[in-house]
């Protein structure tokens, strides 16, 4: 049974959208947004990103960190994906276990890595396939 999620950011929840320049062309994915912010109450949400210190700023003021319990990003952790310390950092901080974690993220790179480690996985491609492979694993 899946407890906690860990979610990447890029193209994943923020994806590139020409209509927010000012925003660097990145937009919320709103149906996911709203998604997580739904389940948060049952499961434990955390984020683990290889961005930026600008986009993580951006981020920060928009609001969007404000579901996960915890975030991780490479610049501040000096650790990037598809680093097996960064996926073991965020299970060894929040003592979670591999088995019912499910790992997201838009690259397939990184999720051999989660899987190596007994992650649960799912390849980010779209929402309709997202939510379709939750709706699979149980997670509604």
């Not at 906690?4 to 959208?17: A, H, M, P, R, T």
Request: aromatic letters at 10%; charged letters at 30%.
């Amino acid at each position: 049974m899946i407890k906690s999620l860990i979610f990447d950011l890029g193209n994943v929840l923020i994806i590139k959208n020409k209509r927010t320049p000012g925003l660097r062309y990145q937009a919320v994915n709103l149906p996911l947004y709203r998604f997580l912010k739904k389940i948060a109450k049952k499961y434990k949400l955390y984020s683990l990103t290889n961005i930026d210190e600008t986009y993580h700023k951006i981020n920060t003021n928009r609001g969007i960190y404000k579901i996960f319990r915890k975030v991780y990003t490479s610049f501040e952790t000096g650790i990037e994906k598809p680093d097996k310390k960064a996926f073991l950092m965020v299970l060894k901080d929040n003592s979670l276990n591999p088995g019912e974690t499910l790992m997201v993220d838009d690259n397939s790179e990184h999720l051999k890595i989660a899987k190596k480690l007994g992650m649960k996985v799912i390849l980010f491609k779209n929402n309709k396939g997202f939510f379709r492979e939750l709706k699979n694993k149980g997670i509604k």
